[in-house]
């Protein structure tokens, strides 16, 4: 019975016109209706990717921006901490393991460069205090960590010399566009 009211309903639609151009009207309407939806989720597929690009772009020149900074300016201020350690966080939700542990790196050694960097001008002040007392072997008391300070401070330099060249290599490669 259920099998002749279907065989009979197929009949009704294929022999009256209104019932034809209705199955077909409706076949075509699903059809498009499909076709948006892909390409809907098409779109936002690539917009995502192109926004995440766009995020890592930044990282990546916030990174070699802060660098390109300490080398040239050889200080980083505290404003320099405070808008680095934004990316250093961004990093951490964009990049894998490597890449946030590499761009945290770069952050702590600018934290030391920046803590001998106050240590040396504590020298340098206490140097100008004992100067003018009549005991000017005062002034010699600190010289031996003075320079184990300016020998790390050197070294950083040399290390944030060399991660300029090698920081590209290190975070494109994960930047590029899947």
Known sequence: MELQQTLSFWNRLINEPVGLMSLISSIIIASITIIILIRQHQYQK???????????VKV???VMMFI???????????????QFYSSVTLTRLLFN??????????????????????KLEAFSQEFQKTENIMYPNHAK????????????????????????KKAPSIIEEEIKLQ
């Open 60 to 62: 990546y020149s916030d």
């Open 141 to 164: 008391l600190p010289v031996r960590e003075k320079a184990l300070t300016m020998d790390k401070l050197n070294e950083l330099n040399k290390w944030f010399i060399a991660e300029l």
């Open 97 to 118: 393991k490597k890449i946030y542990n590499y761009v945290l790196s770069v952050y702590e050694k600018a934290v030391e460069y920046s803590a001998l960097k106050i």
């Open 68 to 82: 390109s900074n300490i080398v040239q300016k050889r200080e980083v201020t505290p404003e320099d901490h405070f």
């Open 46 to 56: 690539l917009s995502y990717k192109s926004d995440m690009f766009d995020k890592k």
